[in-house]
């Protein structure tokens, strides 16, 4: 894990559990630790692991990064691509002429990329090495109110309790289930969006060849019909990655992989109607490839994000389809709210006296979830709403909006906006004041 520094001593009674091992699940706990909370994570699998290739933050997110913890932004932009212009560019694909669309700047530094892998490896340096338990796959969650803990079991056998839940679990998440509550619900998990997308890392010298220095240097989306395409630089500027995203009406075929072999000839045959830039992106993908489902939340949203000492953050809350590349920016908007939260609690336990108060740890927690759930819910469920339809709006499946780029533009710029301009420092106030107002705070 390398050399750990500890962010300040340790002076926590709060037992925090964090149930996932992704980027989710570990800012949160570095989160946590700058907040004097040590947290244990319990990951199914047997080693860190992310899925995809590249990824990306939005200037609300680095913002909320730094809010969080200083160490996860270093992290970042210790494994980043710096961008040779900082523009995001959006350009018709179906046409020859290669026809802009929109053009947004993203501000010095903003909106880089790097590779997932590189991401997690790099937090996971930050944190103590008894943090994480592995090979833990939670299979039962029991929140009595009569129970001092929360009760979790694993399909190990073992067993802990713990003064809070936190699922950062993943479109798969168990912590979900629990939280929306008993039968056959289908909010339970995310669904087909009946789109999946083609993924590949290819070398820059080779990209560059066939691209030029202005298509390879920034981030890069190719609007067209039923399709459509994203480049931006990853691993120091030596790999560019290309994610192609293609409508598919049949079902997905395999409940429990997400990933399912394909060819560079099944993208071929997708991007066939686009122009010879996107074809020519398409051309320098390896001959096999893998096709990626998109799955969301938007049919089945959850109603709230908490149950009791129990909450849900990430994709476990609002899995958002990849097009805006805000998901995971808003699993760290998440962490942070949670994470001030939570210290709230632990510093409120140490300097009151609970029992002339009134008010038991498990009663705070309860009203920190709850102001947790007031502040996120709605902005969280907009994401998945709007990457929804900006996905329809890039693959010209929108009536209204067609490829026209004067209307295409109009939406992708007010909907960035809404995604890169929010405030999380008055998101953090709100939080805070929201939170004493329930304890009566003056």
């Given at each position: 894990?390398?050399?750990?520094?500890?962010?300040?001593?340790?002076?926590?009674?709060?037992?925090?559990?964090?149930?996932?091992?992704?980027?989710?699940?570990?800012?949160?706990?570095?989160?946590?630790?700058?907040?004097?909370?040590?947290?244990?994570?319990?990951?199914?699998?047997?080693?860190?692991?992310?899925?995809?290739?590249?990824?990306?933050?939005?200037?609300?997110?680095?913002?909320?990064?730094?809010?969080?913890?200083?160490?996860?932004?270093?992290?970042?932009?210790?494994?980043?691509v710096?961008?040779?212009?900082?523009?995001?560019?959006?350009?018709?694909?179906?046409?020859?002429?290669?026809?802009?669309?929109?053009?947004m700047?993203?501000?010095?530094?903003?909106?880089?990329?790097?590779?997932?892998?590189?991401?997690?490896?790099?937090?996971?340096?930050?944190?103590?090495?008894?943090?994480?338990?592995?090979?833990?796959?939670?299979v039962?969650i029991?929140?009595?109110d009569?129970?001092?803990?929360?009760?979790?079991?694993?399909?190990?056998?073992?067993?802990?309790?713990?003064?809070?839940?936190?699922?950062?679990?993943?479109?798969?998440?168990?912590?979900?289930?629990?939280?929306?509550?008993?039968?056959?619900?289908?909010?339970?998990?995310?669904?087909?969006?009946?789109?999946?997308?083609?993924?590949?890392?290819?070398?820059?010298?080779?990209?560059?060849?066939?691209l030029?220095?202005?298509?390879?240097?920034?981030?890069?989306?190719?609007?067209g019909?039923?399709?459509?395409?994203?480049?931006f630089?990853?691993?120091?500027?030596?790999?560019?990655?290309?994610v192609?995203?293609?409508?598919?009406?049949?079902?997905?075929p395999?409940?429990?992989?997400?990933?399912?072999?394909?060819?560079?000839?099944?993208?071929?045959?997708?991007?066939?109607?686009?122009n010879?830039?996107?074809?020519?992106?398409?051309?320098?993908?390896?001959d096999e490839?893998?096709?990626?489902?998109?799955?969301?939340?938007?049919?089945?949203?959850?109603?709230?994000?908490?149950?009791?000492?129990?909450?849900i953050?990430?994709?476990?809350?609002?899995?958002?389809?990849?097009?805006?590349?805000?998901?995971?920016?808003?699993?760290?908007?998440?962490?942070?709210?949670?994470?001030?939260?939570?210290?709230?609690?632990?510093e409120?336990t140490?300097?009151?006296?609970?029992?002339?108060?009134?008010?038991?740890?498990?009663?705070?927690?309860?009203?920190?979830?709850?102001t947790?759930?007031?502040?996120?819910?709605?902005?969280?469920?907009?994401?998945?709403?709007?990457?929804?339809?900006?996905?329809?709006?890039?693959?010209?499946?929108?009536?209204?909006v067609?490829?026209?780029?004067?209307k295409?533009?109009?939406?992708?710029?007010?909907?960035?906006?809404?995604?890169?301009?929010?405030?999380?420092?008055?998101?953090?106030?709100?939080?805070k004041?929201?939170?004493?107002?329930?304890?009566?705070?003056?």
């Amino acid at each position: 894990m390398g050399t750990y520094i500890p962010d300040q001593n340790i002076t926590s009674g709060l037992d925090v559990a964090i149930i996932g091992g992704g980027i989710a699940g570990l800012t949160l706990a570095l989160g946590l630790l700058n907040r004097g909370i040590k947290p244990t994570i319990y990951e199914r699998g047997r080693s860190f692991r992310e899925i995809g290739a590249g990824i990306g933050f939005t200037p609300n997110a680095e913002w909320a990064m730094k809010v969080l913890n200083p160490k996860i932004h270093a992290a970042f932009k210790q494994v980043t691509v710096q961008n040779g212009t900082d523009w995001f560019v959006w350009m018709d694909g179906s046409q020859e002429d290669e026809a802009l669309v929109h053009k947004m700047y993203l501000g010095e530094r903003g909106f880089e990329g790097c590779a997932r892998a590189d991401f997690l490896d790099e937090l996971v340096k930050s944190l103590p090495p008894d943090t994480v338990k592995f090979s833990k796959n939670l299979v039962e969650i029991c929140d009595a109110d009569g129970l001092a803990e929360v009760e979790l079991k694993f399909s190990d056998g073992s067993k802990t309790s713990t003064n809070v839940v936190i699922g950062c679990d993943g479109i798969r998440s168990k912590v979900r289930q629990f939280v929306i509550g008993e039968g056959d619900n289908p909010a339970h998990h995310a669904h087909y969006t009946h789109k999946y997308a083609f993924r590949g890392l290819v070398p820059m010298d080779k990209a560059y060849a066939a691209l030029g220095q202005e298509k390879t240097e920034t981030r890069h989306m190719y609007l067209g019909p039923d399709a459509h395409a994203l480049t931006f630089p990853v691993a120091g500027g030596k790999l560019l990655n290309v994610v192609a995203f293609v409508t598919d009406p049949n079902q997905w075929p395999d409940s429990e992989k997400f990933t399912l072999p394909a060819t560079k000839a099944d993208a071929v045959k997708a991007f066939e109607r686009f122009n010879s830039t996107v074809k020519a992106i398409i051309d320098m993908l390896p001959d096999e490839l893998s096709k990626w489902a998109v799955f969301d939340t938007f049919d089945y949203p959850a109603p709230n994000f908490i149950r009791g000492r129990v909450c849900i953050s990430g994709d476990a809350a609002h899995a958002a389809a990849p097009y805006h590349g805000a998901g995971a920016g808003f699993a760290v908007e998440d962490a942070a709210v949670l994470a001030q939260l939570l210290s709230a609690v632990n510093e409120y336990t140490k300097s009151h006296d609970l029992e002339k108060r009134e008010i038991s740890k498990p009663g705070l927690i309860r009203k920190a979830l709850k102001t947790y759930n007031t502040i996120r819910l709605e902005r969280a469920h907009w994401l998945v709403e709007t990457s929804r339809h900006i996905g329809e709006i890039y693959q010209g499946q929108n009536a209204e909006v067609g490829l026209d780029s004067t209307k295409c533009a109009r939406e992708i710029d007010w909907r960035c906006r809404q995604i890169w301009h929010y405030d999380v420092d008055k998101m953090m106030r709100e939080s805070k004041e929201l939170f004493e107002k329930q304890l009566d705070i003056v």
